[in-house]
């Protein structure tokens, strides 16, 4: 993380920087093997829709880190994770009808993303 991030005033119950990692690797993995069955099952219906929201919901995903970091705009960051909450939980219940191990296998990252929008709000607010 930058040094920008370092002199940030930061919310209570914000992890060290260390911890960020291991959980999106963990996350990541999880997202991929949720994909994978959502796509490989048989009662998926409206594809073209839950893909077009898959794309927005993982562009919103990378966008996040260039927003916060890279332009250094929490506010900007702020309403972009506010997308990444609204199309999850949305991927969450298309992927549960096609899958429920898929859907379940979203929730973990949802809570992640919460969590998220939490310090986000948090750092937008003290600084």
């Known amino acids: ?12 119950l914000t992890p060290p920087n260390w911890v960020f990692s291991p959980v999106w690797i963990v996350l990541y993995v999880m997202i991929a093997v949720a994909i994978f069955l959502y796509y490989r099952s048989p009662d998926k219906r409206q594809v073209a829709l839950t893909s077009a929201l898959l ?6 995903n990378f966008a996040w880190t260039y927003l916060f970091f890279g332009l250094r705009s929490p506010a900007l960051a702020l309403a972009d ?10 991927l969450i219940v298309r992927f549960w009808r096609a899958s429920p191990p898929a859907g379940a296998l979203l929730i973990p990252y949802l809570l992640w993303v919460l969590f998220a929008t939490y310090l986000n709000i948090g750092i937008f607010s003290l600084n």
């Open 55 to 60: 794309a927005l919901h993982l562009a919103a």
């Open 81 to 90: 994770i506010v997308v990444l909450d609204v199309t999850l939980v949305l």
């Open 1 to 12: 993380m930058n040094t920008w991030y370092a002199d940030l005033n930061k919310p209570p």
